[in-house]
């Protein structure tokens, strides 16, 4: 299914974060910006002034609009024509820099938007960049409770009443963050990263059986609400008698593909008297420790190791 960005939709989203505003051409506010299903190698989305290859968004900053100045008139002239020529969608002209006169008219003339930014053009791009990744990103739902423990995307899931809803409660009250719960939209917005967010629909809320619906955000204030974070951890929740024999020195870790992307999961068995919440954060706390170059099982094996070797000698 093709995925299709019109300008409306990105100036909704971004106009308080790069203070947007319309300087011409908001009659073609649904003028399409890109469309994945014209995705090729030789695309390019945005960037600064470009008359060769051409973006789909131009920005425009004090040096673009000097080039300008700097041409002859003729000169001038046709460099305008080819920017509105080609593959342009839409221009941003940030710092709050004045449009030239003549840029505006012909940007008019070719139904090309024209937008002002307060940013310097740097961060607009950035910003930009970041944004039609993520909007043009693959994306997959995955059922589970996302949340952010200790800085870390974790997912919860495993089999209904297993006690997802229960523990992602218990850890809002050691102050870790709800992202997402029952189904999370993931992203794949780089070859090794996966960012989850919150469907709309969804968006504060968390089930819990025997209390209903539950408001995070009015519960426990706005902080305890993240709005998303990178996948780093799947934490599986399994009934101890469903559980099957855990190497009790590596554990139950074991990697699992998504979208191309190898995520860590670990299987914690369900049982009366096991406080999930505090295992849950020695997974996450280990985790860490692992992406730092630190195993503690084969640090557990190489002192063994050395204690054998030392008492052959």
């Avoid at 938007?113 to 944004?131: D, H, T």
Wanted: some cysteine; proline content about 3%; overall charge neutral.
């Amino acid at each position: 299914m093709s995925v299709t960005l019109e300008i409306n939709t990105l100036y909704n989203a971004l106009h308080e974060r790069l203070g947007l505003g319309w300087i011409s051409g908001e009659a073609h506010h649904d003028k399409v910006v890109h469309s994945s299903k014209d995705d090729s190698p030789e695309t390019s989305l945005v960037g600064h002034l470009n008359l060769i290859h051409q973006h789909h968004i131009q920005v425009l900053g004090s040096r673009e609009l000097e080039f300008f100045d700097n041409l002859k008139k003729n000169s001038r002239k046709d460099a305008i024509a080819q920017l509105m020529s080609g593959q342009t969608k839409l221009i941003i002209i940030t710092r709050g820099l004045p449009a030239p006169a003549d840029l505006a008219a012909a940007a008019g003339a070719a139904d090309v938007p024209l937008l002002a930014s307060r940013l310097p053009g740097q961060e607009v791009i950035r910003n930009l960049q970041y944004y039609l990744s993520n909007f043009f990103a693959e994306k997959i739902t995955l059922h589970g409770v996302f949340m952010e423990v200790m800085g870390t995307g974790v997912l919860i899931t495993g089999e209904s009443s297993v006690g997802k809803s229960e523990l992602a409660l218990e850890l809002l009250t050691r102050g870790h963050r709800l992202i997402a719960d029952d189904a999370t939209e993931f992203a794949r917005i780089s070859p090794d990263t996966l960012n989850g967010t919150c469907p709309e629909m969804l968006r504060d809320f968390l089930e819990v059986r025997g209390l209903g619906i539950l408001n995070v955000r009015a519960m426990f204030g706005a902080s305890a609400i993240k709005q998303n974070r990178n996948l780093r951890l799947i934490i599986i929740l399994q009934k101890l008698e469903d559980a099957a024999e855990i190497d009790r020195l590596h554990g139950s870790k074991r990697m699992r593909r998504i979208q191309d992307v190898e995520i860590p999961e670990i299987t914690l068995p369900v049982g009366p008297g096991r406080n999930l919440a505090v295992l849950l954060e020695a997974a996450v706390r280990n985790h860490i420790l692992n992406t730092k170059g630190y195993d503690a099982s084969q640090a557990f094996i190489e002192r063994q190791k050395r204690r054998l070797e030392s008492a052959r000698q």
